[in-house]
């Protein structure tokens, strides 16, 4: 009987300690982003992260809250004897927290540590043959983004993106976006929208520029797209972000309609940033 009972006490408190975590996290986030944002790493935003420059007072604001919470929530690993400063830690959750601007956001739930090496890693890859053979291979990565909770960057690779913040590439928001993209349960090049009928306005207008783009590379064409985002869907949707927020304007000219999902997605305009 008073097993019984105490395995019945157990469950009330795990339901209410389940049911309250929202709250439990809001509260500790509202705590994290009242934290004073040091005079040392606002110097660090503007001297690594070009779209900080370029925002709006309002979002500039906004941007230092969500990066208190992120660097609040999850750990930062350096690998192969990197070092992980202040520097390296700002540089990233700025990147990261930029896509969340403007919207409510959970804060990447899935995600847990960010891993950084100082060079392009090797990762271990295998794969499937057309005739059903399994390959192992060595793959050398700037960044991967992986399902269960981490994300890999090579800080060179992000120093890089820094020196070239208009180039229309950046590993880190790469990744990120492929964090957001698994959001739904499902890694497809669509991240979580709000109705059946985004959804359906989202997968119309992706397909007809993700086979834009594979015809392109196909033929060798000049696209203001990096073919590697006509690997599959996942990856087109990684790489136009990368372009949404580093060549916008390039991106709305040549690109509008699909620049105005994205635009509708990210609740952001970064075409009309200074
Ligand atoms: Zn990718």
Known sequence: MLGLILVTLAGVIAIAWIATGPLRARKRRQALSAITFPA???????????????????????????I???????????????????????????????LL??????????????????????????EKDAAGV?????????????SQGQVLLSWHDIEEDCAHPHDGYNVILHEFAHQLD????????????????????WSRIMQQEYDALCTAAAR???????????TEPAEFFAVITEVFFTRANDFSQQHHALYQ????????DPAVWN
Request: proline content about 4%; charged content about 25%; glycine content about 6%.
């Open 261 to 268: 999902e994205l635009a509708a997605y990210y609740r952001l």
């Open 68 to 98: 208190l919470i992120f660097l609040g929530e999850k750990q930062f690993i350096g690998c192969n004897g990197f070092v992980i400063t202040d520097e390296v830690r700002l540089t990233i959750a700025a990147q990261a927290c930029l």
């Open 101 to 126: 601007l403007n919207r409510q956001t959970d804060f990447y739930p899935d995600l847990r540590q960010i891993l950084v090496y100082p060079n392009a890693f090797y990762v271990e890859r295998s």
């Open 134 to 146: 399994v390959w192992e291979r060595h793959a050398l990565l700037a960044g991967e983004s992986w």
């Open 182 to 201: 698994q959001e739904d349960g499902q890694i497809d090049g669509a991240p979580a929208l709000p109705s059946k009928e985004r959804y359906q306005r």
């Open 40 to 66: 040392p790493w606002r110097a660090i935003l503007k001297r690594r992260v070009a779209a900080y420059g370029r925002l709006p007072d309002h979002l500039q604001q906004e941007l230092r809250r969500k």
């Open 220 to 230: 060798g064409d000049a696209t203001l797209f990096d073919y590697y985002g006509a």
